[in-house]
């Protein structure tokens, strides 16, 4: 089995696992993981002609990947978290007295 096939082997478990504490859904993860190993690609073709962008290009592509494979996104859970605050309703009672 060559190298490629077994990483594919492993990532297509890795997506297939379900995650108990993921807050990232299974197409998104699937578009994160295909779009970041794009943006890594280019940014590892470019890394000579333009450093910096290709680093920022690595960074993203990079973080993309690793979101999609663990199905974790830090940012997607402090968006929520703000959300989950439970409603409260505030009853007043106002008494006019002339």
């Known amino acids: ?14 997506l297939d696992a379900e995650c108990t504490d993921a807050n990232v859904g299974g197409s998104e993860r699937i578009l994160s993981v295909i779009a970041g190993g794009f943006i890594l690609g280019v940014g590892v073709k470019n890394l ?8 920022s290009g690595i960074a993203l592509g990079g973080s993309l990947v690793y979101r999609g494979v663990t ?10 978290k703000e959300e989950e605050k439970p409603d409260t309703t505030v009853i007043e009672h106002r008494y006019f007295v002339k």
């Open 1 to 14: 089995m060559s190298i490629l096939n077994k990483t594919l082997e492993t990532l297509k478990d890795k």
């Open 71 to 80: 199905g974790k996104c830090r940012l997607t859970s402090a968006f929520n």
């Open 48 to 55: 000579f002609r333009s450093p910096l962008t290709s680093f």
